[in-house]
């Protein structure tokens, strides 16, 4: 089981072109959180603990913050739909199916990312706006300090 964990943790890294930090840093935590809870259906707390260099107790803390952190993290909307793909691509590729009932369907899932895709495309409308302003404001100072140098 810890060479699909490995598998999945390679891919994602590769996805989100990054190395998951082994600090206390949010978005390493996110990044730990987002597999952990993606590969939760395929694996112990234990195992995914061991793949992280953590105990079985941080995973549960994982799985106890995941509704939150899916409600209000962006970021983490966005890295655990990235897991989930990674999970799903990974378990096709190796055959390995989940331990218990509790992995999600096809409906299940594609209802989920819809999801994600949803806050996803929600955040990148907020900071296009928040950019467009700041532009805007930057705009306008500038053709003031000119018309004031006109004058």
Not at 24 to 31: A, G, K, Q
Not at 91 to 115: A, F, I, K, W
């Amino acid at each position: 089981m810890i060479d699909f964990l490995e598998q999945v943790k390679l891919e994602y890294e590769s996805r989100m072109d990054t190395k998951v930090g082994d600090n206390r840093l949010r978005d390493n935590v996110e990044h730990r959180a987002a597999v952990s809870n993606a590969c939760r259906p395929f694996s112990t707390y234990k195992e995914l603990g061991s793949l992280w260099g953590r105990d079985h107790a941080t995973v549960m803390h994982y799985r106890r913050e995941h509704e939150g952190m899916l409600k209000y993290s962006p970021a983490y909307r966005a890295k655990y739909g990235v897991a989930l793909a990674c999970v799903q691509h990974v378990s096709t590729e190796m055959g390995v199916n989940p331990l218990s009932n509790t992995y999600m369907n096809g409906e299940e899932q594609l209802r989920v990312l819809d999801e994600i895709l949803s806050w996803v495309s929600e955040l990148r409308e907020k900071v296009v706006n928040s950019l467009d302003n700041t532009d805007m404001n930057t705009y306008l100072r500038d053709v003031e300090v000119l018309t004031e140098a006109e004058n």
